[in-house]
């Protein structure tokens, strides 16, 4: 059973498409979170999300809105994709926010 | 702004010595220190994990700790060609870290057979 799970794992499309990101954790966690890893390897925290406290890195465009409808799920939805946005995208999660982290198999987007 | 530094490598040691992973990281207050190993096309997953000055050791793996001087390490004993990976440094906030964790641009390691 994967523990921490994202659908799609690829996904292309053209640019001002609006698209969806799913993740599931079945690690009884309650903090999920999203980072973005660009061509250049970097990984950088986008959200994360506990007890249904958001917190947002102030650099991530409004474009890009995390919806939870459970602890047990964080999905990421990105309206007028850019070029710019083609990068993979992580879903990890945690026990509590100081708990390690568990990361997903990333979903690879690229815009066209 | 929270930094972690490390140097991007390529850092390339022959199989079976040891293979030394630095990083620093900015913000005195943090609270927990962890390395990641990501292999070409995966995901990042978690070899070490350390919250205490020190070393921590685990298997052929030694994570060591400095706070005052802000500095964290990994050691890689016996290194073999499947350690070959880009190794992420990524640091907790203090407080909980609830904003999530800052990673270092990553080492990529090759271990040369």
């Known amino acids: 059973d994967t523990a921490v799970s994202q659908t799609p794992k690829y996904l292309v499309t053209q640019m001002g498409n609006d698209k969806s990101i799913k993740c599931e954790q079945n690690?009884?966690?309650?903090?999920m979170y999203w980072y973005k890893q660009d061509s250049k390897k970097f990984l950088k925290i986008m959200f994360s999300?506990?007890?249904?406290?958001?917190?947002i890195n102030e650099t991530v465009p409004n474009r890009f809105s995390p919806k939870s409808p459970d602890k047990a799920h964080l999905n990421l939805h990105i309206n007028s994709l850019e070029l710019g946005d083609s990068a993979v995208y992580f879903c990890a999660s945690s026990l509590g926010t100081g708990g390690i982290q568990y990361f997903g198999a990333g979903t690879r987007l690229s815009v066209l | 702004q929270k930094e972690v530094e490390q140097n991007s490598g390529p850092l390339s040691v022959p199989e079976g010595a040891i293979a030394s992973l630095n990083c620093t990281y900015s913000?005195?207050?943090?609270?927990?220190f962890f390395w990641y190993r990501q292999y070409s096309g995966k995901s990042p997953e978690l070899i070490m994990f350390?919250?205490?000055?020190g070393d921590k050791e685990d298997g052929r793996f030694t994570a060591q700790l400095n706070k005052a001087s802000q500095y964290v390490s990994l050691l890689i004993r016996d290194s073999q060609p499947s350690d070959s990976a880009t190794y992420l440094c990524?640091?907790?906030?203090?407080?909980?870290?609830?904003?999530?964790?800052?990673f270092g641009k990553g080492t990529h390691l090759i271990i040369q057979p």
């Open positions: 690690l009884g966690h309650d903090t």
């Open positions: 913000d005195r207050g943090s609270q927990s």
């Open positions: 999300y506990n007890n249904k406290e958001l917190i």
């Open positions: 990524a640091v907790n906030a203090a407080g909980g870290g609830a904003d999530g964790l800052t």
């Open positions: 350390i919250y205490s000055n």
